[in-house]
């Protein structure tokens, strides 16, 4: 190696660059670029260099004799392959969710009504927008306040009841390795004992999911909750397998493949929208137009308010407001009052 070598390993070694050429074991003749027109002797002249944090994405660097590229030295190449970075966003902290469940209980949602009359009418003099703030804000942090957070589900027994169980858990790890490392008799009965609690812990913790379980869907039944009761029913009985229709051809013959479910989907779909309708301005004409509701202007009675509040479906996540069809529904009598003062007042 010549001064010029040791400047570049120098530079590299500065830098925290990596010459990525001697990295990989290729062939003979693919780390060389450059042969001695008097000796024929082929040297490795044309370097790649690449940042030692960057050299994971490189998957080879080697040189190609057979390109033509109009120099006596030849072609040297790096294979590299690019990740992209992903982005993360930072969300916003959301309200917590509404236990729903307990809209069912009629104290609940009596106590919900009561609080929900003494708490809504806000102050008068204030514009649309501030009006709409109270209004939100009041029945979700009233609704809040009496149904409570909804709570995530536990996926088993054990890991409803793990705050019970790691500690005795741990406990027999480290009698077990206590044995080990002195077998003893003493130990041997402290592993014993440690083994017998762990197992006692855990029979008592799923019993207790069970009960707890059965007596949440009883309850759901008895108060008319069907969701709550199924989705109870399915978390005891586990998940069940999703079915799907077949996709048949145009010929009714049942496609397994799904590549050519794909091309399928493309053939339909290209077939929907090429179709093209022509509406002619008599057939505008021709329609017959409806008559203008005056009554929409009028103040909204009780029941129209009622009836707008009972066609909402229920089951349904929230909107930004965080508020449920279900407990907007619980309201109603306080809701439909509230909102007929404010329709006055506008």
């Not at 009596?110 to 009041?138: D, I, S």
């Not at 609704?143 to 019970?164: N, P």
């Not at 407001?321 to 529904?329: R, T, Y």
């Amino acid at each position: 190696m010549n001064k010029n070598g040791q400047r570049l390993l120098e530079f590299c070694c500065y830098y925290g660059l990596c010459v990525s050429n001697t990295f990989f074991n290729t062939k003979l003749q693919h780390r060389v670029s450059w042969r001695h027109p008097r000796s024929k002797h082929w040297h490795q002249l044309d370097l790649i260099l690449t940042r030692r944090s960057s050299l994971a994405s490189v998957t080879i660097t080697r040189s190609y004799q057979s390109a033509d590229c109009d120099t006596d030295h030849s072609l040297v190449c790096s294979r590299v392959k690019l990740r992209t970075k992903k982005l993360y966003h930072m969300k916003k902290e959301g309200r917590p969710r509404i236990d729903i469940n307990k809209t069912h209980d009629q104290r609940k949602v009596k106590e919900f009504a009561q609080a929900l009359e003494e708490t809504l009418p806000g102050p008068a003099n204030v514009n649309a927008p501030e009006r709409w703030e109270h209004f939100k804000n009041t029945v979700y942090n009233t609704a809040l306040s009496t149904f409570g957070k909804k709570t995530r589900k536990m996926a088993d027994w054990f890991k409803a009841h793990s705050e019970e169980l790691m500690p005795a858990i741990e406990d027999k790890r480290r009698a077990l390795a206590a044995y080990k490392a002195c077998p003893s008799e003493y130990n041997l009965q402290a592993l014993r004992a440690a083994r017998s609690q762990v197992q006692q812990a855990a029979r008592r913790c799923s019993n207790d999911y069970w009960l707890q379980l059965c007596s949440q869907i009883q309850i759901a039944a008895d108060t008319g909750n069907i969701k709550g009761m199924y989705d109870g029913i399915k978390q005891a009985l586990g998940p069940l397998q999703k079915k799907s229709a077949p996709l048949k051809s145009t010929t009714g013959v049942i496609i397994q493949d799904r590549a050519q479910q794909m091309e399928r989907w493309v053939q339909h779909y290209s077939e929907l929208y090429s179709r093209k309708n022509v509406v002619t301005e008599e057939a505008l004409n021709n329609i017959e137009c409806l008559p203008v509701l005056e009554e929409l202007d009028s103040e909204p009675t009780l029941a129209e308010i009622n009836a707008a509040l009972d066609s909402l479906t229920s089951g349904k996540a929230p909107g930004r407001d965080n508020i449920p069809v279900e407990v907007l529904k619980c309201g109603q009598y306080g809701l439909t009052k509230i909102s007929e003062r404010k329709w006055k007042q506008k």
